[in-house]
Every structure is written in structure tokens, then in C-alpha cells.
């Protein structure tokens, strides 16, 4: 072919909406791509494949081309990935997913299938050791949908059709967003990109390099919001997964200049949804050795099954794990997200937190008798009343189970010196493969 009829293919190819994705989300001139001219049957493969920078930091991504017999997988496409994984995987950069196909070629039958099946085995060879983020910016069904899915963080436009049923059964983003399965919603295709990049400044490259550092800003609220906005450096806070488990939130964000994972629980019973959340959370930033800061205010898990697993999430976990008691920290929620069970390094309370094993009525039942025979009216002020003397923080820190008590104003700086204190920490664990929860 002469140069002529490549540079003419090459105009083509850089017209269609996937390179103009590409081009969007990496740093101006970046961009270099993996088998340009790869074909697929008579045409070219349909995706962009390829490394470059984001805010200068190394990153390999692909695009899913739509204009290109719709974005369908196919055996060419399905090698361009693998080759992309490979190389992420050789030298230890994130991955970042651009999702927009109709399906796969069924003509390639059998070689699809080992195609779709290659590309899932890649992508679990990744995971926790690279991040990997997707985004579903069109169609993303069946294996497509399993792939895209299988990435560390989901992001998806309001267009997007995200599902596992080649019908499009319960597809859209708000069913997606609401039950888990995609963390963050964007309401276009800019917005999501834009999402996209400002992750990758939050996350390591790998599981053996730290997150990206920053100078310390200043919190952007002084006296509204939740303690967690008044604690952060400046606008940070990255949320994931709000409309999933709403009575706990998890986000990445800043503290003293470092990225931390945050999770803060509401008060209350932590439901399924909430723990599972927390849960896969948790193991995810101990893959990438983040940080993880546990703002407790629960009175327990509504369910065993999933307590179980936000508990063996924050007991394996060896990567740095602060907690601070904020308000009531009762049982099990104690136990799993504080105390001996969660293995913290350190454990916080506010002055007026409680922490209690059983509720605070029954535990005043239970120990103190006398002092609840009063109309049942005034029973639960009673309670209360009992708490903050018997059951208080500093009841606590009497016996060992909190660290320290600091009041909103100093819990900031307290922070920062014990990430600062904890950063060189070393855990040996034991020989296995995985744990079984």
C-alpha cells in the first residue's frame, strides 16, 4: 500500500467517534496507537486501541469504534485488546475502557467465542494489579456487558444500555446505578470522560506505586455539609456508588495532600446493600495499598451474611485503616468497622460518640435497672442519659478500645499525623491464595 492510501485510511479512521473519545481523554499529542490498520473481515477493526498520558500520567485505553460495523466484537478486535492488556500488565499502568457496540460478529462463531473469552482472562489477570476503569458511553450487552463490568470503577452516560441479557433487559443507568453495578452516573459522553481523567489522579499506576501526591489545600466547608466535606483538602471528594446502599457513602479523596478512601455510614442499620458496597470498597483500595478512613455511626448490620463480609474485608485488609467513632458505634458495627475485628491501626472518637455492645436502651436495662423505671415516655431520654455516663467515648479510652478522642476542630491535623505515622507500615500475612468470605 503507498504511503498516500495509508495517510488517506489514517484521515478515516481519525474522523470517527471513537478516535474523537480517545483523543478527549488523552493529553494533547499523546496518543499513540496499538495496530492502527488491524483488519476485521474487509474492513478495519472495530476499536482504537492505545497508550498515552493523562495529566501526565501513563495510561493505555481503548475505544469501542460504533462506526465501524456498530463497535461489534470480533476476533481482530478481541486480539487488539488482549495485546493492550498485556502490555498494561508488562508495564504497570492503569486501563481505561471506552464502551459503545452492538454485540459481536456471530459469523466468527467459535472464534468469537474464544475471543470474548481471552480478553475476560486478561482482564482478571489485571485486577489488583493495575486499576481499571469503564465507561459505557453507548450499547454494552452480553460479554461486552461482563468485561465492562469486571473493571475496578463503572462509569456510565444516561444513554448508555448497560446488561448481561443480549435483550436489553434492565439496561439503563438508573437501574445499573441503583442496584451496584455501575458506580458513578455522567449525563453525556463529556461528562464521563471528564470523570474518567480526573480518576486516574486519583489512583496508582499499580499495586506497587503510590497514588498521585498533591499539596494540601484547605477544606472547602467550614461549618455545613458532613464532617467528612469538612475534613478533606479543598473539593476532593469523588463519590462513588450513591444511589447504591444509601445509608453508607464511600469516595476517593484528598487528605494533607494524599489519596485516602473514605467510607462514613449514616446512623442506623447498615442494610445489604450499604455493607456490600463497603465491603468491595474496602478490598479495593487494599489491592492499591490506599488508605482507608472509617467514619462509624451505625448501630448495626441488618444482615449476617453481609456483615460477614465487610468484617473479612477490614480484618485482611493490611493497608493503612483509620477509625474514628462519630456518633453511635454498637455491636457488631463497633466490632467490625473499629474495633479488634476491623484490625485499625487507630481508632478515634468524637466527645460525644457511644459505644456500646447492645443498644443503648437494653444495655440500660441490662445495667442499670433502677434508673429505667420511668414512664415509658421518657425511657429512650433516659437511655441516652446513660449512655453519655456509662457508655461514653471516654468509658472507652479508659479500657483500651480508643486511641485517642479529639474534638471536629482538631480531628483534621489528627488525621494527617497519623497517615503521616502510618505511611511506612509493613504487614506480614499468611501463606494462602485468598481468604473464603
Known amino acids: 500500500m503507498s504511503i498516500e492510501k495509508i495517510n488517506q485510511a489514517k484521515i478515516e479512521l481519525e474522523a470517527t467517534s471513537a478516535y474523537k473519545i480517545v483523543t478527549e481523554f488523552f493529553d494533547d499529542d499523546s496518543f499513540c496507537e496499538i495496530d492502527a490498520f488491524a483488519k476485521s473481515g474487509d474492513g478495519f477493526a472495530e476499536v482504537v486501541a492505545g497508550f498515552g498520558t493523562v495529566e501526565g500520567l501513563p495510561v493505555y485505553a481503548f475505544a469501542q469504534n460504533s462506526d465501524i460495523c456498530g463497535g461489534a466484537m470480533s476476533k481482530a478486535q478481541a486480539a487488539k485488546l488482549k495485546k493492550l492488556y498485556d502490555l498494561a500488565l508488562k508495564t504497570g499502568a492503569p486501563v481505561v475502557g471506552f464502551y459503545d457496540s452492538v454485540g459481536g460478529r456471530l459469523s466468527q462463531a467459535t472464534d468469537l467465542l474464544a475471543g470474548c473469552g481471552d480478553v475476560l482472562n486478561r482482564s482478571a489477570s489485571l485486577s489488583g494489579v493495575v486499576p481499571q476503569i469503564s465507561v459505557v458511553l453507548g ?6 456487558a461482563l468485561n465492562a463490568v469486571s473493571a475496578d470503577i463503572v462509569i456510565m452516560t444516561e444513554k448508555a444500555q448497560l446488561s448481561l441479557s443480549v435483550t436489553g433487559e434492565n439496561s439503563s443507568c438508573k437501574y445499573n446505578l441503583e442496584n451496584g453495578i455501575a458506580s458513578v452516573g455522567a449525563k453525556d459522553a463529556e461528562e464521563a470522560v471528564n470523570m474518567a481523567k480526573e480518576l486516574i489522579y486519583y489512583l496508582p499506576s499499580n499495586n506497587l506505586n503510590m497514588a498521585p501526591q498533591s499539596f494540601e489545600e484547605a477544606p472547602a466547608e467550614n461549618g455545613c455539609g458532613c464532617i467528612v466535606s469538612r475534613i478533606i483538602d479543598g473539593d476532593s471528594g469523588f463519590k462513588l456508588c450513591k444511589e447504591y446502599g444509601a445509608n453508607a457513602n464511600i469516595r476517593l479523596a484528598r487528605l494533607g495532600g494524599q489519596v485516602v478512601g473514605i467510607v462514613s455510614t449514616k446512623g442506623g442499620m447498615l442494610d445489604c446493600k450499604a455493607t456490600s458496597k463497603i465491603a468491595k470498597f474496602v478490598r479495593f483500595c487494599d489491592a492499591f495499598s490506599l488508605p482507608v478512613i472509617t467514619f462509624v455511626n451505625s448501630t448495626g448490620f441488618e ?3 453481609s456483615a460477614a463480609k465487610a468484617a ?13 467513632v462519630t456518633g453511635s458505634a454498637i455491636g457488631s458495627a463497633y466490632i467490625a468497622l473499629a474495633g479488634t475485628g476491623a484490625n485499625a491501626d487507630v481508632v478515634y472518637a468524637l466527645p460525644e460518640a457511644v459505644i456500646s455492645p447492645v443498644n443503648v436502651e437494653a444495655a440500660a436495662f441490662i445495667l442499670s435497672p433502677d434508673t429505667m ?11 441516652e442519659k446513660f449512655a453519655q455516663s456509662n457508655l461514653s467515648a471516654f468509658n472507652a479510652a479508659q479500657n483500651g478500645y480508643v486511641d485517642a478522642i479529639t474534638d471536629e476542630a482538631q480531628l483534621r491535623r489528627t488525621l494527617i ?5 502510618l505511611s511506612g507500615k509493613r504487614v506480614s500475612t499468611l501463606s494462602k491464595k485468598h481468604s473464603t468470605i
Open 139 to 144: 450499547t454494552c450487552l452480553g460479554t461486552n
Open 303 to 305: 444482615s449476617l451474611k
Open 312 to 324: 473479612s474485608a477490614y480484618a485482611e485488609a493490611t493497608t493503612v485503616k483509620i477509625s474514628v
Open 373 to 383: 423505671k420511668v414512664p415509658v415516655a421518657e425511657q429512650t431520654a433516659q437511655a
Open 417 to 421: 499525623a497519623a497517615l503521616d505515622m
